[in-house]
């Protein structure tokens, strides 16, 4: 009997990942699943022929983010599904998390030609389709001048851009990122405030991140698992149907959590910051999808 094989898509850059995910290829071993890396946009791989097709280091996405969505549409067995990926990669699914009753960072659109009323305070400029913290900025209450040049940039590229305000717990706790294998909790890390002037990797593609795993509160738990039933409910899935979610939460200004990001396109998952049960978990679901 053949083994079954699953394809995790990487991008040029990063064709094997970033290196988080080398525990999972044993684990899938062991459960008799083959493992091999292929750049998502790639014309030599037939990715119809893989059992499952994993987004897992496509973070060249935003740069022509229109030839992904076809892409994922155009293969059979992807996950998380295309419909998930059109969805997620434009930021203003928080503005849908925030009309379904999930307490979301505030959060503005500010649309091409739009002008925007700048919240006070320290303030955070990001494109609406971007990852890795690629092209967002954050500017104090002196600084409405750099700000507004920095939209004006990202509009000048036809970008619509998010204006939130910054959350200074950030700069204390970080954030933590709540992550879910097939839609139940596994494991939790924290990630260090990234916008005081560090640059993107020698490949462009994300800020580096200092990340440490923590076991959140329940408070930041019951947000996380709120945020994504509600994610699940505005995309008309159950939460088994999502193999793998990263919640990130923070503590606003307020003292209530607040969901800042819900990655259920292409998020690092950080098991290199988890026990190897993580990892197991992680294969295990993979399994499950093939099923």
């Known amino acids: 009997m053949t083994a079954p094989l699953v394809l995790f898509a990487g991008c040029r850059d990063l064709p094997e990942g970033s290196g988080d995910e080398a525990p999972v290829g044993p684990e899938l071993a062991k459960l008799g699943v083959t493992l091999r890396w292929a750049v998502w946009d790639d014309p030599a791989v037939d990715f119809a022929a893989a059992d499952l097709v994993v987004l897992r280091a496509t973070w060249d996405y935003s740069r022509r983010r229109d030839a992904f969505l076809d892409w994922c549409e155009s293969v059979p067995r992807l996950r998380n599904p295309a419909s998930v990926a059109r969805w997620n990669t434009d930021k203003r699914y928080l503005l849908d998390l925030a009309a379904a009753g999930v307490p979301v960072v505030p959060t503005a659109l500010v649309a091409v030609g739009e002008t925007p009323h700048w ?53 204390e706790r970080g954030e933590t990122a709540l992550v879910f294998l097939g839609g139940r909790y596994s494991h939790a890390f924290t990630k260090a405030a990234m916008l005081a002037g560090t640059g993107p990797d020698s490949a462009g593609l994300f800020v580096p991140e200092k990340l440490a795993g923590t076991e959140p509160g329940a408070a930041y738990r019951a947000l996380a698992e709120d945020a994504l039933d509600a994610a699940a409910g505005l995309l008309r899935l159950a939460r088994t149907d999502l193999l793998y979610a990263r919640v990130d939460v923070v503590t606003g200004d307020d003292g209530v959590p607040a969901v800042l990001e819900l990655e259920v396109t292409e998020p690092r998952l950080g098991f290199a910051q988890a026990t190897g049960a993580a990892a197991l978990r992680f294969a295990e679901a993979v399994r499950a999808q093939l099923d």
């Open 119 to 171: 919240p006070p305070g320290e303030v955070v400029v990001k494109p609406a389709v971007g990852a890795g913290s690629r092209g967002a900025g954050r500017f104090g209450p002196r600084e409405r001048d750099r700000a507004a040049a920095h939209l004006a940039a990202l509009h000048g590229q036809g970008r619509d851009a998010l204006v939130q305000p910054y959350q200074a717990d950030v700069d």
